[in-house]
């Protein structure tokens, strides 16, 4: 059962690091092109930086449920690392059920967020997004030039939250007590400010 | 209620983000109009709704980029051609090394794990004690956020009104180089010892200096063209951040060919997930603050403090001490989107200079990168030399106290911070 887990958790962990990776490689293509063009050419896109703010904000709730599966988060350990392994294991079982149902108020109150004006056009993306309909054809694409699918990333962003959180529980429910890294081991290198 | 559950999740180990989230749900779920539960989306999402705010994953990337292409390799060895003829050649490289990556990558825990990986055994190698050249790295990556560019500016400048970027930028520039100057008197008065016998670390290179200094300035034009086109307004901080990325990867790429392009999904996959574990409590905290805003909070707690404390010196006394206990226990950026909004305003009201301000929190934030039990630094110090965090604790402490001096020079002599802004017309 633990082997089952632990593969859907990387398989959920792959499918998020594709993602965050895909967005971010996009976030830096889109700003350096349009900076080169605008100080090279005089000219940019007009959808050039409203559509990197967007990606950065489904980027971020790729990473965070992925940051959430690696143990990366800011936390307040504290208390943690004075008491038991045992007891620490029974805490973080409970912060996994607290990050589930977290993630599952933020998808209620992200899905609340887009009906209530996803409605309204994007402005700077609106353009574009109608020309790339007109142009492949696809009406469906138009959509793009509203802000319902941009501002349904904290809906998805919660959902993802939830996922991540519930296979971690389930994956710290069945390893043996003391198996998860300690406070110091969860920093990611790459981490910093 | 909300305080329970927000302190309760807090003390249990929930992330910091989340623990917010959960208390804004509740107190949003049962509070009546206009209280709604899609609020905490729409000020999540308005918390990140914003182009200067993209500068945080483009430098993380930056910093990634260069970690992986050979840049901080080249860094190193110009550092120890320039200082590490001194007393204490290795360890004042070490400083030096971690001054010019604070000029590419402003990120104190990327310098410490990039610097840390080459240094930390070369020293101990060298007859430094291993916790000592931890500590030292861990030490000297503090000045990696003063000097620009730097993500905590960039963050600062975003919640604090009044406050520039550029501004802010230069402000820290004499403070990191006084760290470095200080830091660097205090090895050479004590860490001599530890390399006597030892050949010096120049004469150990096998390449000629000419050329070690001639390869490390394609590297070194990177923060002068970053820096420079920020302050002269050329860019924003973010178009310079994703330049800065570019910039790297050609070094990495075409000209080192020491990144292959197979490495890059793995980077661009990392440098996202690091930024969002600052970027998700940017958010979280975006909804906490408006929440505080909306019930005029933060204006409460500045009558109320204005009150008791009516000097400059008195209300940054009590600042520094504050960060000194609030960064032993929550991460500088998370300290600073929820202090700063709070702190900033009480500042202004006493005359303080809003630049002078901002760094001294910066800074003073920053330390508590290597104070336990949340020094970021010292737990990627430790991560390399394996020294244990005990040990590195007490290595740490006289550095940490030489901080601590710069630190109360910045706050006392506002002059060191706001000179330079000043000449340069911010």
């Known amino acids: 059962m633990l082997r089952l887990i632990r593969s859907l958790s990387r398989a959920v962990s792959l499918v998020l690091a594709v993602l965050a990776g895909l967005t971010m490689a996009a976030i830096f293509g889109i700003i350096f092109v349009n900076s080169l063009q605008r100080y090279l050419f005089g000219t940019s896109f007009q959808w050039g930086e409203k559509l990197p703010i967007y990606l950065t904000i489904y980027g971020v709730m790729f990473g965070t449920a992925l940051g959430y599966l690696q143990d990366r988060h800011v936390r307040f350990t504290v208390i943690t690392d004075l008491i038991p392994a045992r007891v620490r294991h029974v805490l973080y079982l409970i912060v996994d059920l607290v990050m589930v149902a977290a993630g599952v ?7 609340l967020f887009a009906e209530s004006r996803g409605r309204v056009d994007a402005s700077s993306i609106r353009e574009a997004a109608r020309g790339l309909a ?12 509203k802000l319902y699918p941009y501002q349904l990333a904290l809906a998805i962003g919660g959902a993802l939250v939830a996922v991540a959180a519930l296979v971690k529980f389930a994956e710290r429910l069945l390893e043996p007590v003391g198996a998860e890294p300690q406070a110091g081991a969860e920093i990611s290198e790459g981490m910093g400010f | 209620m909300v305080y329970l ?25 049962v509070g009546a109009f206009p209280y709604q539960l899609k609020l905490v989306a729409t000020q999540m999402f308005s918390g990140l709704d914003s182009f200067p705010l993209l500068a945080i994953p483009l430098f ?3 910093g990634e980029v260069m970690n992986e292409s050979g840049i901080t390799v080249r860094i190193i060895a110009f550092a120890m051609v320039i200082v590490g003829r001194f007393r204490a050649g290795l360890a004042l490289v070490n400083i030096w090394a971690s001054v010019i990556f604070a000029g590419l990558s402003g990120s104190a825990v990327a310098d410490t794990s990039a610097i840390g990986r080459v240094f930390i055994p070369e020293m101990a190698r060298r007859g430094y004690p291993l916790e000592y ?10 000045i990696g956020p003063i000097i620009p560019p730097s993500i905590p500016v960039i963050i600062y400048a975003l919640i604090a009104t009044g406050v520039s970027v550029p501004a802010l930028f230069v402000g820290g520039i004499v403070p990191g180089v006084l760290l470095a100057i200080f830091l660097s008197a205090y090895v050479m008065i004590f860490s001599a010892r530890y390399e006597r016998g030892a050949p010096s670390p120049v004469e150990e290179q096998q390449r000629p200096r000419g050329m070690i200094l001639l ?3 394609l590297p070194l034009l990177m923060p002068v063209f970053v820096v420079g086109t920020i302050l ?30 197979k490495a890059l999904p793995g980077i661009f996959s990392r440098s996202m997930v690091d930024s969002s574990i600052i970027m998700i409590i940017i958010a979280a905290v975006s909804a906490g603050n408006w929440l505080l805003t909306y019930n005029r909070i933060p204006n409460m707690i500045t009558e109320l403090t204005l009150a008791f404390v009516s000097s400059q010196w008195t209300f940054l006394i009590a600042v520094i001490v504050l960060l000194l206990i609030v960064g032993l226990f929550l991460e500088g950026i998370a300290a600073m989107l929820v202090l700063v909004p709070i702190l900033h305003p009480m500042a202004l009201s006493l005359g303080i200079d809003p630049v002078h301000f901002g760094i001294v929190v910066i800074f003073n934030l920053m330390i508590g990168l290597i104070t336990p039990p949340m ?16 040990k590195l604790t007490r290595a740490i402490l006289p550095f940490f106290l030489v901080e601590l001096v710069v630190l109360l020079i910045l706050a006392f002599v506002p002059q060191t911070v706001t000179y330079l802004p000043r000449l340069l017309g911010f």
Do not use: K, N, Q
């Not at chain 1, 007109?134 to 030039?145: M, P, R, S, V």
């Not at chain 2, 559950?5 to 949003?28: K, N, Q, R």
């Not at chain 2, 931890?134 to 000297?140: G, H, M, N, R």
């Open chain 2, 375 to 390: 020094g970021l630094c010292l737990f990627v110090a430790d991560s390399i030399a394996h020294v244990g965090i005990g």
């Open chain 2, 5 to 29: 559950i927000l302190v309760g999740s807090l003390a249990i180990g929930t992330p910091v983000a989340f623990a917010i989230c959960a208390a804004l749900f509740y107190f949003m779920g």
């Open chain 1, 105 to 111: 108020m933020l998808a209620w109150s992200g899905w």
């Open chain 2, 133 to 142: 050249a931890a500590a030292l790295t861990a030490a000297s990556s503090v």
């Open chain 2, 215 to 217: 390869d490390g300035l």
């Open chain 2, 60 to 62: 993380v990337l930056a």
């Open chain 1, 134 to 145: 007109t142009t492949t054809g696809i009406d469906g694409l138009a959509i793009f030039g």
């Open chain 2, 232 to 261: 002269l307004g050329v860019v924003t901080p973010t178009e310079a951040a994703a330049i800065a990325v570019g910039y790297a990867l050609i070094l990495g790429v075409l000209i080192y060919r020491e990144l292959p392009l």
